[in-house]
């Protein structure tokens, strides 16, 4: 089927469609950029929620239960799940994605794993696409969950309006220390699996720590839930809102869309440049011999560097 | 002090003008390049080892037994912890680097922390410049220890020659999850705490891991160690060795390092291509009103790339 049928398809509300031509979007860069051209006047519509966190947090049962809670209300919602996949694993992962199976029927919910291998660094990008596609399809929410806390999450996450970090009552310092990291970046916190041990005390620290935090404009909520006995979800779904409307009410909407397109043309810019930076140090092998220089101490890298951008017509001030 | 001095200093050994150098090329960019040109002729001497696995496994500890060991055999050894920092934490980390600070008065070992914060996705470039500061002074061993599991730090464990990846029984599923993602990437497998309970079957399950990955030229040994206890220890670094003299008889040695020079000079053209592209898109705001024009709809970003890649004298194909 020719895109310009698929793109037709998808935009009549056509699941299958829509799956296609995510594949098209992430594995064919050419034909990407023709589908997201014709596209892009149907986007920017979407909002888009990030859900982080570390592993074990149970990311993957609350994403489940806010679907079911914003189907209800009439919504489109799609799911976009990143998934650390490697040939010699399976297990936990695998079992979470069988359990959304039952949501994968439903004709206003559109979920689709992601393996960060084989994507390593650029997988951003890819999710972008498909961001792209889903908004155009006229999915109301579209939720990235993340399945673990490695640093091409923290940057897909970042793609997203609103970014739910979900913590859990005892987890111990060694995750912790890694949570630290990126706690920062959480728009709200929820405490999942709060009947356990030690919830009060989870949500106490998290609350002081943002108290700590002087320079936030906005204070993000802490919310307790239990995602398996599905408590707590429409406070963390009214949470949601309220953000958005803070988005919204304050310009931060705009501002941040804003700064997410400019990067992406620079980043467009800058893949066409080394398309041609790559092209010239192949050219006859010219950088094989450079780096044999290099090893033998005739040369440095800077040196090596100066001479091809010579080469590209650039000066490198 | 100029910077020539510093560089005579820390050839001559002065682990002060080592510190200092490191911290003016993790800070200063342009003074950065011109220590950098001035060592490359001392450089390619030390050998590089990489120690990452889960949070927990007990990383530093086994650091802290290997630079022993390897000082008692009279080598210079230097090591570069990432810790993933932050405002919020200190704990269990800051208590690692403590118990480590009877090493760092050996005046045949240097130890430095670098931070993941602030240098979010640019670490490795901070680190491998570190190294080159290390190599030329002279440390026989480097090694880069690692906290966490995230890709950032993949990236930069990757720069090693030997690549060890410490496991323990016991981490439970969501852990190990995220391991297999980056269980290929280990030369040698080191497992720790192997005095407790279920050490054998966590050595059996990553042989039969290893056994399953038929496309592998070595097959990485396991070895069972308790930092701890300093047992195992001399058995891991006859295995380093081991994978030394197995890098250097079979060329992979040269080819690895040939190829990353080959990656860094290529980085190198593309930060300066950057600073050109976001010096033309900055100009008098220019990319503020494209941005506009595609929420608008009226142009998509493909289209704002190809006018500045015009503007740049470059044909996007």
Redesign the interface.
């Known amino acids: 089927m020719s895109y310009m049928k698929l793109i037709e398809n998808m935009l009549k509300g056509q699941k299958r469609a829509c799956g296609k031509l995510i594949t098209i979007v992430e594995n064919e860069p050419e034909e990407a950029?023709k589908i997201?051209?014709e596209i892009?006047?149907y986007t920017?519509k979407a909002h888009i929620i990030g859900i982080t966190g570390p592993?074990?947090a149970g990311k993957s049962t609350l994403t489940d239960k806010m679907v079911k809670a914003l189907i209800k209300e009439g919504n489109k919602v799609a799911v976009i799940a990143i998934d650390?996949?490697?040939?010699?694993?399976g297990?936990?992962?695998l079992g979470d994605r069988i359990r959304m199976q039952d949501l994968a029927l439903d004709p206003n919910v559109f979920i689709r794993s992601m393996g960060?291998?084989g994507h390593?660094?650029g997988l951003s990008k890819y999710t972008k696409n498909a961001l792209k596609v889903l908004d155009a399809a006229g999915y109301d929410y579209i939720i990235i969950e993340t399945?673990?806390?490695?640093?091409?999450?923290?940057?897909i996450v970042k793609i997203a309006d609103t970014i739910i970090m979900v913590m859990v009552p005892g987890l111990?310092?060694?995750?912790?220390?890694?949570k630290?990291?990126i706690?920062?970046i959480g728009d709200i916190f929820a405490v999942n699996k709060s009947d356990l041990f030690g919830a009060d005390r989870t949500a106490t620290e998290i609350n002081m720590?943002l108290d700590?935090s002087m320079d936030m404009e906005r204070r993000p909520p802490v919310v307790k839930v239990v995602a398996a006995k599905n408590e707590g979800i429409d406070d963390l779904i009214n949470e949601v809102r309220e953000h958005i409307n803070y988005l919204k009410k304050s310009g931060k909407f705009?501002e941040r869309?804003?700064n997410n397109?400019?990067l992406?043309?620079?980043e467009?810019?800058?893949e066409?440049?080394?398309?041609?930076?790559?092209s010239h140090?192949d050219k006859e092998s010219k950088?094989?011999g450079?780096?044999?220089d290099?090893?033998n101490?005739k040369k440095?890298?800077?040196?090596?560097?100066d001479e091809?951008?010579g080469k590209?017509n650039?000066s490198?001030?």
């Not at 650390?84 to 694993?89: C, D, E, I, K, L």
């Not at 111990?172 to 890694?178: F, R």
């Open positions: 950029e997201l051209r892009h006047q920017g592993p074990g650390p996949t490697s040939p010699y694993t297990g936990s992962i960060t291998r390593l660094g399945v673990g806390v490695g640093q091409s999450e923290v940057d111990g310092d060694d995750i912790q220390s890694i630290a990291g706690m920062e720590m700590l705009e869309r804003k397109l400019k992406e043309v620079v467009l810019i800058e066409e440049l080394r398309k041609i930076v790559i140090t950088l094989d450079e780096v044999v290099i090893l101490k440095n890298v800077y040196e090596v560097r091809f951008l590209l650039r490198p001030n």
